[in-house]
T-cell receptor, first 117, second 114 residues
């Protein structure tokens, strides 16, 4: 089954304790992205990657890091989480080259709900 | 910078009513436009898309037309069902400079009553 998986789905942590949220897709998509969803603000893009070893900042990258060492994986790293990073996080992937799925159609993971105390 | 503005919700309708959710955008280039839907407790799913001016995207009875002259991409459905209750997001993909940055609107919650 074609899918984007995220782990963990729920996480409670404390300020300053480094954490990683994993994201993996099995569709061989070039493009992967991280978003945070907050009430009244919709989805805001944190980082995106157009291919292996190619990453770029979205609208709200501060306090986050990413890496793209393999095509299928795109982990989100919070080196020193703070309470303002409490949010619902979504990973997404999308094809950029030709194929059966229209380009730029994003497939979203189920979300990771993070609470930073 | 690029932006997407969509009408605030919640929108509450009776079953079989006509739905319009307004969306306007600003972009420097020629973006692709999308509507995504989020059902409770789930991630977003693509509802429809349009890649150039005057294109009409359609799916599951929903339609939206890419209007470059009014920079709009309003979502419409002729007869809503209870199962359409969800949050709807308008979005654009900015392909300027060869990148694919995505901008989402704030979302519009739709509640359909039986």
């Amino acid at each position: 089954e074609a899918q984007v998986t995220q782990n963990p789905r729920y996480l409670i942590t404390v300020t300053g304790k480094k954490l990683t949220v994993t994201c993996s897709q099995n569709m061989n998509h070039e493009y992967m992205s991280w978003y945070r969803q907050d009430p009244g603000l919709g989805l805001r893009q944190i980082y995106y990657s157009m291919n292996v070893e190619v990453t770029d900042k979205g609208d709200v990258p501060e306090g986050y890091k990413v890496s793209r060492k393999e095509k299928r994986n795109f982990p989100l790293i919070l080196e020193s989480p703070s309470p303002n990073q409490t949010s619902l996080y979504f990973c997404a992937s999308s094809p950029l080259s030709g194929g059966p799925v229209p380009k730029e159609t994003q497939y979203f993971g189920p979300g990771t709900r993070l609470l930073v105390l | 910078g690029d932006s997407v503005t969509q009408m605030e919700g919640p929108v509450t309708l009776s079953e079989e009513a006509f739905l319009t959710i307004n969306c306007t955008y600003t972009a420097t280039g020629y973006p692709s436009l999308f509507w995504y839907v989020q059902y409770p407790g789930e991630g977003l799913q693509l509802l429809l898309k349009a890649t150039k001016a005057d294109d009409k995207g359609s799916n599951k009875g929903f339609e939206a037309t890419y209007r470059k002259e009014t920079t709009s991409f309003h979502l419409e459905k002729g007869s809503v069902q209870v199962s359409d209750s969800a949050v709807y997001f308008c979005a654009l993909s900015d392909r300027a400079s060869g990148t694919y940055k995505y901008i989402f609107g704030t979302g519009t919650r739709l509640k359909v009553l039986a």
